[in-house]
């Protein structure tokens, strides 16, 4: 062991080096193994007490010395942080990951013996004296990794997590040196190249003094709204817009949380947020009331496809107490115009997720601009092609084509950035596409489920990370089958615990009672999702297409017009689009005796995403049930 790397010692991580290598000591073949102590963490703000790595695994150690038990709050933290490393470290690509919960002098400690199986193991719980014995059957039993890197070599491989959004943006707003890998998907269509082209054109426009659109476009998960976060927190001046009250309530509060762990005044973080995160509809009614300039001179708009056509944005508030004589767009527009040193509008664009009628698209904002000569527009060509009229811009003459604005690389979906277009085909009736491109991906986080207790079974996270059930908002059935209760995505308060609080707060997503509809996850994102599908979408009769539904008093009606079956595929496009990890779709038996829950109506819809390439989750598995440390003879 006088070989033994040990790195970055600290008089803090003292008591766990020894503890560490005396074990080590005891196990041959250990002298070229690193081990490396408080290894941070980037992603989850925290350290790991230590990381040792061997040629066959990594192991990751979370040490606890004064307790006498093993908490689950220590099970969860070490897990955490496996899993974390298996997804987001290259040295972990292709080895197991086995954290390891150490209590010197606990008592029972319970998890299965480690097997050498990719990614991250369950954890195993150990003390000081078991130990030893248990880094001398890893070292026994887990084979050399080919190609694995060596441990030396491992400490300087590159770690790129990529946060959840929330944490993305109190990452931003702290303006933590996490922010550069937060915004480095490199490559083409990177979130660094685009944030990069959205700050040029917004310093351009204010050197010299003109009016400005600049339009983002990306396809679900890419990346939008934390590329206008970054450029919201980054600059003075700035206002973040959004017509979806959810995302103001959940990131407004997670952000205020995230001041107030960092020993900030809660009442200033709020205030800041308030100003920082507006909604959109109080911004507008604001400026149609009052004819002063806005004090912004950047106005981020999130999901800017959903502003109003004037037709329906006169309709809507004819008789409310400021009535809109315009769209959405062209009072924008016009607020903006009110300033005289150059203002600037981003406008982020998720095409193929309007959801309500009288959403314009990104076709109202080039209705709205071709009207008002003054201001000049930005984009991708990709806006220039969108089959969908209202997802397609009509270039007018002071128009400039910039390709870095279209982001084409997930990252919400970690592990598979196909997932997106495998949604998109199964949505449009392409199901040969879409199983060539589950083919191709080799397998995708989608799974079929007929059975609700199995999905539930699934979805039980492992560490903290989060789990929820979504559903569309006109789901009227799935009250038969035990899920009558949605998430009120108007009640800041309701909002705020399903998204931010965790179990065993009955009232947040890992309870998995409650369901959050399309109104209250866009633009937000859960680690597994559990999506519950509803006679609100069917196959049609012949088995060829979609057909949307809407329940009327005791039967369902089929809704004909284009933009209603547009906004309900849209509205399960937005549910399949929500997870980081995994996504397990239910689809309920229905009922023979219920006319309303028709049994051949679900298995046309389960048959259909079959035919897609989706695999059924197997309903017979459940997790082993955590098995006591054998002593220390049999180890």
């Known amino acids: 062991m006088g070989k033994q790397p040990i790195m970055k010692p600290d008089e803090a991580a003292g008591r766990s080096a020894a503890l ?44 606890v010395m004064e307790a006498s038990r093993f908490r689950p709050a220590d099970r969860a933290a070490v897990e955490d942080a496996a899993l974390d490393l298996a997804d987001f470290h290259a040295g972990c690509r292709h080895m197991p990951v086995v954290p390891i919960l150490v209590v010197p002098n606990g008592d029972h400690p319970r998890g299965a013996r480690p097997l050498p199986l990719l990614g ?97 476009t990306g396809q679900p998960g890419a990346g939008k709204t934390l590329c206008g976060l970054d450029l919201a927190f980054a600059r003075p001046g700035v ?50 009331r009052h004819p002063d300039p806005p004090p912004e001179r950047v106005l981020v708009i999130d999901e800017a ?49 309007e959801i309500h009628d009288g959403e314009g698209g990104i076709a109202e904002w080039g209705r709205a601009l071709a009207a008002r000569p003054g201001w000049r527009a930005v984009a991708p060509s990709d806006a220039l092609r969108a089959e969908d009229p209202r997802q397609r811009l009509v270039p007018g003459p002071a128009f400039t084509v910039d390709d870095r604005l279209h982001l084409s690389q997930p990252v919400r979906s970690v592990h598979a950035p196909s997932a997106a277009a495998w949604v998109g085909a199964v949505l449009s009736n392409q199901p040969h596409r879409a199983t060539s491109i589950m083919r191709a991906a080799g397998d995708l986080p989608f799974r079929l489920t007929r059975s609700l207790d199995a999905m539930r079974q699934a979805l039980q996270g492992r560490g903290t990370r989060q789990s929820g059930l979504l559903a569309s908002s006109q789901a009227r059935r799935l009250r038969a089958e035990g899920l009558g209760s949605a998430v009120p995505h108007q009640d800041e308060n309701a909002v705020a615990r399903w998204f931010l609080d965790r179990w065993p707060d009955i009232r947040s997503a890992d309870a998995l009672e409650a369901v959050a509809t399309e109104f209250c996850v866009q633009g937000l994102e859960l680690d597994h999702v559990g999506v519950c599908w509803d006679a609100d979408l069917v196959r049609t009769p012949d088995g060829r297409d979609w057909q949307a539904r809407s329940l009327r008093g ?15 595929l849209n509205a399960y496009r937005v549910l399949l689009t929500r997870a980081r990890f995994s996504t397990v779709i239910w689809v309920p038996r229905g009922a023979t005796r219920d006319p309303t829950r028709d049994p051949a109506r679900y298995d046309a819809v389960a048959d259909y995403l079959l035919a897609c390439g989706i695999i059924p989750l197997d309903e017979a598995s459940c997790p082993a049930e955590d098995e006591v440390m054998p002593e220390p003879m049999l180890l």
């Open 20 to 63: 560490l290598r005396d074990a080590l000591a005891m196990v041959p073949g250990a002298r070229d193994w690193a081990v490396l102590l408080d290894y941070r963490l980037l992603r989850l703000g925290r350290r790991i007490d230590a990381v040792l790595v061997t040629p066959g695994a990594v192991l990751v150690f979370r040490i």
């Open 554 to 568: 005791t039967a369902w009606t089929i809704q004909g017009r284009a933009e209603a079956v547009s906004n309900r």
């Open 305 to 353: 496809q959903r502003c109003w056509t004037a037709a329906h944005a006169v309709g809507k508030t004819r008789n409310r107490p400021v009535p809109l004589a315009i769209s959405e767009a062209g009072h924008l527009l016009d607020i903006m115009a009110r300033r005289r040193d150059g203002a600037v509008i981003v406008c982020l664009l998720g095409g193929g997720q």
């Open 120 to 216: 991250a193991a369950p954890v195993v719980e150990t003390t000081r004296l078991l130990l030893p014995g248990l880094l001398r059957d890893i070292a026994q039993g887990f084979p050399a990794v080919p190609d694995a890197l060596s441990p030396s070599a491992w400490a300087t491989a590159p770690y790129r997590p990529v946060p959840a959004l929330v944490e993305a943006a109190c990452l931003l707003y702290a303006r933590h040196d996490v922010t550069a890998l937060t915004l480095a998907q490199a490559g083409r269509g990177g979130l660094a190249r685009t944030a990069a082209a959205v700050a040029e054109a917004v310093g351009r426009t204010q050197e010299e003094g003109w009016n400005c659109v600049v339009f983002v």
């Open 239 to 288: 206002a973040f817009l959004t017509g979806n009250p959810t995302l103001v309530h959940v990131l407004r509060e997670a952000l205020v949380r995230d001041a107030a762990g960092r020993g900030l005044a809660r009442r200033a973080a709020q205030q800041r947020m308030e100003g920082v995160i507006q909604a959109l509809p109080r911004f507008r009614d604001h400026h149609v």
